[in-house]
């Protein structure tokens, strides 16, 4: 039976659980871990796991912060639109508004997948966290396959925001601690419109400040980026006292940059002469420079420092088992192995509120097959040795009535997707499996035409089908995948390769 949120409030605290500081402090570290594989983020979690088992603590400033407030439940009050759950998403009664219980995060050390929400907002005055996100990244890390990747979120992208209402995404931070007094908060509302929209289960948040983020690259005595292009705003926001809506050109030439945290910031968050997508790629290059940065310091000098700085403007829900987990894991991630998407056009179209506001809808056709790559088990598929040539005759048998009667009672949904430069081979694959008594629903081309190999994601575990298409098209098990995508219309996608040509007739 499952604990409400009240029951939750009203435990005892555990005393031994370790200062907030040292779980904000490690929040912000995770954020660089995960990104880059570093020798030194293990050595950092040597010496905090050395830290934390010691009676007496070092002195380290006192930090005075509110208590973390921890997204255990999404509520929906009355009135608003049904939010979809997941399968194993407990309903939970109390006091006349229903809260769904997410289940119980992945455990790092038993290899389940993690996904990451990376947050970056700017507050004036250090007063609360109830503001704009301007940086909205998700991490996923796959413990098993020892593969990571990042998928930026542009800030203008209109979606529903569940319970409350449409609007830019970015908002989803403030009408979670305000208008729609969301439990949690409002980073657990963002995880909740993430999960509701795009179909990913986001597990923790990190919350980075941009000031303090500024004063950890000067900490760290700032960090070398490559600029891939000239970048020159003239309009770049510099408030100021009797001048709140201040501006002043920034300029960055293109080529390898030393950059202050100042210049960093800057480098960005500037978007007036270019646009939010290429800001998007922009952050990832500042954080895989923090990465580097990291990787060649010794840290451990620089800690309290870094402790005094960061206790103010992290906040995070993981706890300290899983960020020294992943501390743990970070090293055997190979840079190689950290995919980067950013959501941009054409994966995106304009549009007009009808309040006249400039937002950005999503097209789902494009977007979906990228989160079925990202988020996919395994993420960065493995090679498949040179199979011995197939027969080319079909190899098709006559279906069976109870194979029949099985597909039928399954009812999964298929998608066929032509990976091949193959006029029409998805029309053809599809007419095939309609005869084979297969419920197809949509057919077209994949994301490219050198599919070597038959690739089956899996969305649902509608297992029968899966096994027979997996026999019928000769998939190998490396090539068989299973999606996070919770918001997927469909049970499994098919993306014939080269290889299904010799076996569809």
């Known amino acids: 039976m499952g ?151 542009p800030r203008d992208l209109y979606l529903e925001i569940p319970g409350c209402k449409e609007d830019r995404i970015n908002t989803a931070n403030v009408y979670g601690y305000n208008q729609c007094k969301y439990p949690g908060g409002g980073p657990a509302l963002l995880k909740r419109t993430i999960e509701y929209n795009f179909g990913i289960p986001i597990d923790y948040y990190i919350m980075v400040d941009f000031k303090g983020f500024e004063q950890i690259i000067d900490t760290l005595g700032g960090i070398e980026v490559n600029v891939p292009r000239t970048l020159h705003d003239t309009r770049y926001p510099d408030p100021k006292p009797g001048d709140p809506h201040g501006m002043k050109t920034v300029h960055f030439d293109p080529g ?55 206790g103010h403007m ?7 088992d899983e960020m020294l987990e992943l501390a743990r894991l970070a090293p055997q991630i190979d840079m190689n192995n950290i995919k980067r998407v950013v959501i941009k056009k054409p994966m995106v179209y304009g549009y007009r509120t009808e309040k006249g506001a400039a937002v950005q809808l999503p097209k789902w056709e494009l977007i979906n097959p990228v989160i079925d790559d990202l988020f996919s088990t395994p993420l960065v598929m493995a090679p498949t040795p040179t199979p011995a040539p197939p027969t080319p005759t079909p190899t098709l048998a006559p279906v069976q009535i109870e194979e029949l009667e099985k597909l039928a009672q399954e009812g999964a949904r298929i998608a066929v997707q032509n990976g091949t430069s193959e006029p029409n081979f998805a029309a053809r694959v599809a007419a095939m499996l309609m005869q084979q008594g297969y419920q197809v629903v949509e057919f077209g081309d994949a994301d490219r035409v050198d599919y070597t190999h038959t690739v089956i994601v899996d969305y ?26 919770l918001r997927s219309q469909i049970d499994i996608r098919v993306i014939v390769g080269q290889d299904a040509l010799l076996l569809v007739p």
Do not use: C
């Open 256 to 310: 390898w940059q030393h950059m202050n945290g100042q210049r960093a910031l800057e480098y960005a968050r500037s978007r007036m002469s270019t646009s939010d997508f290429d800001r998007a790629d922009r952050q990832q290059r500042i954080l895989l420079a923090i990465r580097d940065k990291a990787m060649s310091l010794d840290l451990l000098p620089k800690l309290p420092s870094l402790f005094a700085t960061m």
């Open 3 to 153: 604990i409400s949120v009240a029951q939750q409030r009203d435990m005892p605290a555990q005393h031994s659980r370790p200062p907030l500081w040292l779980r904000l402090i490690i929040g912000f570290f995770m954020a660089i871990f995960i990104l880059g594989g570093l020798y030194s983020g293990y050595l950092f979690y040597v010496t905090v796991r050395a830290i934390v088992s010691q009676t007496d603590l070092p002195a380290l400033p006192v930090v005075q912060l509110p208590a973390l407030d921890l997204p255990e439940a999404a509520a929906i009050g009355a009135g608003s639109e049904p939010v979809p759950q997941a399968p194993d998403m407990t309903p939970v009664p109390n006091n006349g508004q229903v809260f769904y219980a997410p289940p119980p995060a992945p455990a790092v050390a038993e290899g389940e997948r993690i996904n990451i929400l990376l947050l970056g907002i700017d507050r004036r005055g250090n007063k609360g966290w109830g503001y704009r996100t301007d940086t909205i990244i998700i991490v996923t890390v796959d413990p098993v396959n020892r593969t990571a990747g990042m998928l930026s979120i």
């Open 460 to 485: 649902t575990g509608k297992q029968y089908t899966l096994n027979r298409l997996i026999e019928l098209f000769q998939v190998a098990p490396e090539n068989v995948r299973t999606s996070t995508n």
């Open 314 to 320: 992290v906040k995070t829900d993981m706890s300290l």
